[in-house]
Structure formats: C-alpha cells, structure tokens
C-alpha cells in the first residue's frame, strides 16, 4: 500500500474510532430504545493546544432503518443557544426530562431521519474555546467556518453518512446559520448529496423582522391603538434594537417602551403569544432563542425593568411550559454530562444560552440575499414560521419570501392555501418556482416544535420528501 493511502487508511480508522468512543450507552432515567445515539467534540480549530475550539455534538440514528434514511444537521440559534437543549430535549429530539426521568417522545424527528444536534458555536452549551480571546472576535464568517469544518471532521467519523441525503435546518438566529453554512458548502469541494434547507422564525432581514412585532403586538390585541401609534410615530422595534446594541438610548425609545412594556405585561409569551408559562420556576426567566438575546444583557438597569416583560420567554411545549428549567437540571447532572462524554470548560454549569457568547455585529447583515443563492443553485428551500411568535412574526417572513420569490422571478406553483395535519389546518402555505417555499405552522411558537410537535413533525415530512404540504 502507497504511503498516502496508508495514512488516509489510519486517519479513517482512527475517526472511525473516535465516533465509537462517542457511543452512548444510555442516559440516565431513558426508556429502552432499539437506535443508537452519539455524543462528543469534534476540534475546528487545533493549530496550538492553547487556541483549541471543540464542538460539543449529539447525534441519534434514526428509529428504524437509519441505513436508508436522511441526514439532517439541527442549528438553534441566539446566537448563544443550544441545539442539544434546546433542539434535542426541548423540541423534535427521541426524549424530554420530565423533572426526575427522560420520557420518549412520540413526535421525534428521529422518526424519519438521522439527526445531528451541534452546539455551536463554540462557547455554546458544552461547546468551548481553549483561548477566551476568541468570544470578542466572534461573527458569521467564523462561525459558518467553523461549523463546516466541524462537518467535514464528523463525516470522517461517520463515513457512512457521507453520500446520504443531507438536509441543513434550523430556527431564528440559524436564519443566518443556515444559509451561511449552505453557501460555504456550496462553494467548497466538499462532496455532498444536499437536498434542502429549512429554517424556523428565521433571522432573515433586520428591519423587516424586527418592526413586524410592531403590527403583529397591536393586531393580536397585546398593545393599544395609542402605543400602537407611538411605535410608528417615534421609536419602532428596529431603532430600539439599534439603541440598545450600542447602549445610546433616546428618550423617545424610553418613553415608548415604558408604555409598550406596561400594556404588554410580564405574564405574556412573547414568543409563543397564547401560551402559559411556568410560574414554579426558580430563576428569572431567560430571553432565549432570538433577538432578547441582544437585548437583556446590553440594557442598563433602569430599562432593563421598563422593558423586563417585554424581553422575557418561556418555553411551552405541550402540556409542559417548565420544560426548559427541567432541562437545564437535568444537563447539570454529573452523571448525565458523564453518559454525554461532555465536560464544563471555562464555565461553572451547562446552560441554555451562554451569555459568553454575545457577538451583535452581524445582527443587521441580511441573509435573505443567501437564500437567492442558494435557490438560484437548485437547492430547494422552506422557510416557516409558527403564527404565535411575535418576536420574528410570520407576516414578516413571508413578506421577505414574497420579495425575493418576484425578484428571480418565480411564479407560485402552489398558491397560498391552507395546509392538513389529519382532518385540521395546519397552517398556510404558498410555493414558488417549486423550490421556494412559506408556511406557516398554526397555533405554533418562535420553536414551533415544541409547541406544535404534530404539524412540526407533518411539516418535516414534507421537506424530506420534497412535496407540497398536503392539502385536506
């Protein structure tokens, strides 16, 4: 054997190796499964020991048949959330904590194919950086690099997975995520049998998403006629976020979120508007997922508690809205992080969001531009919206995706309708040039899966088989 191909043999057998170091055996309190499910680091970053960054993953075959069944990698966003927390245990993974066990959830999008939870970037959940420095220096370009790389790495762990079909997806803040990691792909030598992308809620144009909370708070009845008007007149949703990253606050942005925080109140969801939420919890609750993320931590005091209602959420997921404090617990367990192979690395506890991780300066770069890309490269995308969300509101959404459907000239091949899970609506949907496609999932949140795991779950089918959502 030549000596390259001998040292492409043992670089193989050797991440072969890693991925079964990286087997569970079972988490503490799961019920008995028949598939097998991963977790561990895979390095992006190893030129000295003292720069390394590792990303923390968890990987579950699917339920049944995983040789003939999809990939598909899962991005939460924040930036600073966790896709294993959040993605896996809170929304569409095989099991959710229940406060003492692990029960199996039915709605599992393991059901239908190979999913990969990846923490990223580093600094989120269990995912770290050797050099603190590298959080400050934090933007898109390096996360889409580092996430292709983790990629390319974990393939060569899993090489059976290498030529199956391979689908990008994610919510909120993956609106940059996904599209990013999608066109490095696209412009790489890396071999992939892509098929589609899909992304939640997504981030997709800063002043578009952010002042359509304006309209969405007054019409679902959350703010007055008046506030609804001062919003317009003085101080929208944008202008506050731009205030707030650079911490210049004006008065007209004081005086108006005073008044939209009072009639808001500190009991509404904002991300899932008809929600409950948990009143047992023992810690204030966390802006997670999207854009508070930008807001808690930046805000002085004193408009911290003007607007503390408006940049709260909780989690609901069916009948369980403590759900997310139920998870972080059960992460904390020693045993648990054991049985995940994960370790704390410049942190005292895991946790959904890691407020190290708090990179603003991309916030306004609009990724709706990708997204043409990527259609114009013949790669089909659905971008959909839980209609209760009311931090990136699908009126927004849509309104991007009809934009940019007119602008490469798409005609709708699916005109909007409602869309079927069983015998009720599901939502609305529309489809262009049939590859780009909106829908929104009724009655759903910002993590539609959590809220809404049946029409989630109908809506994933759809994507994975390339099909319109189905009619009645």
Known sequence: ??????????????????????????????????????????????????????????????????ASKPLVLWLNGGPGCSSVGAGAFIEHGPFKPNGKTLTKNAHSWNKEANMLYLESPAGVGFSYSANNSFYTGLNDEVVARD????????????????????????????????????????????????K??????????????????????????????????????FCNSSRLMREALTQSFSSDCLSVYSEVAKELGKSVDKYDVIADVCLSSGQSPMAIFSQPMFLGPRFSSSLHSQLDGFSQQQVKVEADPCIEDKTTKYLNRKD????????????????????????????ETPTIYIVGKIVKSGIPVMVYSGDQDSVIPFTGTRNLVYKLAKALGLKTTVPYRPWFEGKQVGGWTQVYGDILSFATIREASHTAPASQPERSMALFKAVLSGKPLPEA
């Open 147 to 194: 996430n292709f790389v983790f990629l390319e790495r974990w393939l060569l762990m899993f090489p059976q997975y290498k030529n199956r079909d391979f689908y990008i997806t994610g919510e909120s803040y993956a609106g940059h995520y996904v599209p990013q990691l999608t066109l490095h792909i696209i412009h790489s030598n890396l071999k992939l049998n892509l």
């Open 196 to 233: 589609g992308i899909a992304i939640g809620n997504p981030l997709l144009e800063f002043v578009t998403d952010m002042n359509s909370a304006d309209q969405y708070y007054w019409s679902h009845g959350l703010i007055s006629d008046s506030a609804y008007e001062l919003l317009l007149s």
């Open 336 to 363: 648990v992080q054991k049985a995940l192979h994960a370790k704390l690395v410049g942190i005292t506890s895991w946790n959904l969001c890691n407020k190290i991780v708090q990179y603003m300066g991309d916030l």
């Open 1 to 66: 054997m030549k000596s390259g191909k001998w040292v492409g043999f043992v670089t193989l057998l050797l991440h072969v190796c890693f991925s079964r170091a990286d087997k569970i055996v079972a988490l503490p309190g799961q019920p008995k499964v028949s598939f097998q499910h991963f977790s561990g680091y895979v390095t992006v970053h190893d030129e000295k020991p003292h720069r390394q960054r590792a990303l923390f993953y968890y990987f579950v075959e699917a339920e049944t048949m995983p």
